[in-house]
């Protein structure tokens, strides 16, 4: 499964591992077909490791009113562009995101990771704290 994820720097394609991660990839795409991200900004960027939003109050504390479960059965690696869930330990899973900037290895099998950017990393390089998710679409 693919879709785009378009910033006001640019669009990314993503694939997503739902065989992997059935349920993460199910609620984030769920999430994103109803508009959701649309227009929420990137909350967190850490040069050299990831790019963080996905959060209702843009301040990296919001949530809505629900966790999911970690899908670590199946376990990706975190590699250049990978898509993770983020949490506050296992099973806390909610609405955030981010994308790795390079191979994070600590972050395996603390994480779910849930899909991966195929096209733009360019633009995941030229986030900033305060830049916008236009919209996550194209999801087939």
């Known amino acids: 499964m693919k879709g785009k ?5 640019g669009t990314m394609v993503v694939e997503f591992y739902e065989k992997e991660t059935p349920n993460t990839v199910q609620n984030f795409i769920g999430l994103a077909k109803q508009g959701y991200y649309n ?8 040069p050299n490791f990831v790019i963080q939003g996905g959060c209702p109050r843009g301040d990296g504390w919001g949530s809505l009113n629900w966790t999911q479960r ?16 983020a949490s506050a330990g296992k099973d806390t899973e ?3 995101f981010f994308i ?10 603390r994480y779910t990771a849930f899909g991966r950017v195929t096209e733009g990393m360019n633009i ?4 900033r704290i305060g830049d916008v ?3 996550i679409y194209d999801i087939q």
């Open 5 to 9: 994820i378009k910033t006001d720097k």
């Open 39 to 46: 227009n929420l900004n990137f909350h967190r960027v850490i």
């Open 70 to 85: 970690s899908e670590f059965s199946h376990y990706t690696g975190f590699e250049t562009g990978t898509i993770g869930i």
């Open 94 to 96: 909610g609405v955030q």
């Open 100 to 109: 790795t900037h390079c191979t994070t290895p600590f972050l395996d099998g």
């Open 124 to 127: 995941v390089q030229q986030i």
């Open 133 to 135: 998710i236009t919209s």
